[in-house]
């Protein structure tokens, strides 16, 4: 029997475009070479370009359209004459939160072939998991702007963080490290200066831990953690960590396990109740969007990803492999890997490669 997919694709802006074709291009390949899945495509123009054409980042009605889907392919938003924070809210925000997609999930893992900044680093020293808490804290946009204007302008930028929404994802945090037999869950905070916020996150993270006896719980300051990624990403299996944090800290992150057209990010509603999201954490590159030379390995990875939270983790595992395969041989790498291969034909590659695994 064939079971049917259903997934919303919003390839976005710039880059966003032309990784989401070679991800598709993937998942169509597979579909071929299984006979039990089967892919359905539906193609939203949302993002940076329509707003300029229409003054909406999405239609009025895209919450209600996107919320019957089984996953949503997001490329990358953005665009130089649009306010970031505008692009962020609008769209991207308003999914996340909006489908409380309350985790979102990076993984830091060198695969083997990839360029590693690091010296005396490998694969076998740079394979973690940071689990960001992606619905609320920093990113809440509450606050309020004072005497805009005036020699006494000032602001408040307020985050929420709730005992809700610390404790489930710190304990996804735990439950993931059970499931994949990883020992430490690493809490990243900065608890002597956010003196309310990353106190009380660190009072539940003790709370939570104590559910989890057989995983080692260690607690960081965020200027630590920071280091360690550099000096000592050994020491890292699940990392958990607030919005701003987590964002941060996976851009770090992605640079250690091969640049930033290699990370996949998946934002997660792990109850299922409403569809999560598959995206690349690049951005949209405008800088070298519509020359062909955009890795798509990220995006790919977050399509296969997306396998993975749909019950087909044997095809991510085959996805990442293809990649692997091609690292090595070296002989179909974008400019970033040091290579002089289109967008196309890394997609083309993979593909190729696919059906010999």
Same mark, same amino acid.
Not at 27 to 43: C, G, V
Not at 163 to 187: D, H
């Given at each position: 029997?064939?079971?049917?997919? !259903?997934?919303?694709? =919003?390839?976005?802006?710039?880059?966003?475009?032309?990784?989401?074709?070679?991800?598709?291009?993937?998942?169509?390949?597979?579909?071929?070479?299984?006979?039990? =899945?089967?892919?359905?495509?539906?193609? %939203?123009?949302?993002?940076?370009?329509?707003?300029?054409? #229409?003054?909406?980042?999405?239609?009025?009605?895209?919450?209600?359209?996107?919320?019957?889907?089984?996953?949503?392919?997001?490329?990358?938003?953005?665009?130089?004459?649009?306010?970031?924070?505008?692009?962020?809210?609008?769209?991207?925000?308003?999914?996340?939160?909006?489908?409380?997609?309350?985790?979102?999930?990076?993984?830091?893992?060198?695969?083997?072939?990839?360029?590693?900044?690091?010296? +005396?680093?490998?694969?076998? +020293?740079?394979?973690?998991?940071?689990?960001?808490?992606?619905?609320?804290?920093?990113?809440?946009?509450?606050?309020?702007?004072?005497?805009?204007?005036?020699?006494?302008?000032?602001?408040?930028? =307020?985050?929420?963080?709730?005992?809700?929404?610390? &404790?489930?994802?710190?304990?996804?945090?735990?439950?993931?490290?059970?499931?994949?037999?990883?020992?430490?869950?690493?809490?990243? *905070?900065?608890?002597?200066?956010?003196?309310?916020?990353?106190? %009380?996150? +660190?009072?539940?993270?003790? &709370?939570?831990?104590?559910?989890?006896?057989?995983?080692? @719980?260690?607690?960081?300051?965020?200027?630590?953690? $920071?280091?360690?990624?550099?000096?000592?990403?050994?020491?890292?299996?699940?990392?958990?960590?607030?919005?701003?944090?987590?964002?941060?800290? *996976?851009?770090?992150?992605?640079? =250690?396990?091969?640049?930033?057209?290699?990370?996949?990010?998946?934002?997660?509603?792990?109850?299922?109740?409403?569809?999560?999201?598959?995206?690349?954490?690049?951005?949209? @590159?405008?800088?070298?969007?519509?020359?062909?030379? @955009? !890795?798509?390995?990220?995006?790919?990875? $977050?399509?296969?990803?997306?396998?993975?939270?749909?019950?087909?983790?044997?095809?991510?595992?085959?996805?990442?492999?293809?990649?692997?395969?091609?690292?090595?041989?070296?002989?179909?790498? *974008?400019?970033?890997?040091?290579?002089? @291969? #289109?967008?196309?034909?890394?997609?083309?590659?993979?593909?190729?490669?696919?059906?010999?695994?």
């Amino acid at each position: 029997m064939t079971k049917v997919f !259903n997934i919303a694709v =919003i390839p976005g802006d710039g880059i966003g475009t032309e990784v989401v074709a070679e991800g598709v291009k993937i998942l169509k390949q597979i579909q071929q070479l299984d006979s039990t =899945i089967k892919f359905q495509f539906t193609h %939203f123009p949302w993002g940076c370009e329509y707003y300029l054409q #229409t003054g909406k980042m999405m239609d009025d009605d895209g919450m209600e359209r996107l919320a019957k889907f089984d996953a949503i392919y997001l490329g990358a938003v953005g665009y130089p004459t649009v306010p970031d924070h505008l692009s962020l809210r609008e769209l991207l925000l308003k999914i996340r939160v909006g489908f409380d997609q309350y985790v979102n999930l990076r993984p830091v893992k060198l695969l083997n072939g990839a360029p590693c900044p690091l010296k +005396d680093k490998g694969p076998k +020293d740079i394979d973690f998991v940071v689990i960001r808490e992606n619905s609320e804290g920093e990113y809440a946009g509450l606050g309020e702007w004072f005497n805009e204007g005036t020699p006494d302008e000032y602001v408040y930028q =307020i985050g929420k963080f709730t005992r809700k929404g610390t &404790e489930r994802v710190i304990r996804y945090a735990f439950e993931l490290a059970r499931a994949e037999g990883r020992k430490r869950v690493t809490s990243v *905070t900065k608890g002597n200066a956010l003196n309310y916020s990353m106190v %009380f996150w +660190d009072k539940i993270f003790a &709370e939570v831990s104590k559910d989890y006896p057989d995983i080692q @719980a260690n607690q960081l300051m965020v200027d630590a953690a $920071s280091m360690n990624f550099v000096l000592h990403p050994e020491r890292f299996d699940v990392v958990v960590t607030s919005n701003l944090f987590g964002d941060i800290l *996976t851009d770090l992150g992605a640079s =250690i396990s091969g640049g930033m057209g290699m990370c996949a990010g998946d934002n997660l509603n792990p109850e299922g109740t409403y569809p999560s999201m598959f995206e690349s954490i690049h951005g949209s @590159a405008p800088d070298i969007a519509g020359k062909g030379i @955009a !890795n798509p390995i990220a995006e790919i990875w $977050s399509a296969a990803n997306m396998l993975k939270h749909l019950g087909l983790k044997h095809w991510h595992d085959k996805i990442l492999q293809a990649i692997e395969v091609l690292l090595l041989d070296k002989q179909t790498l *974008t400019p970033d890997l040091g290579g002089n @291969a #289109t967008t196309s034909q890394v997609g083309d590659a993979l593909c190729k490669i696919l059906t010999t695994l």
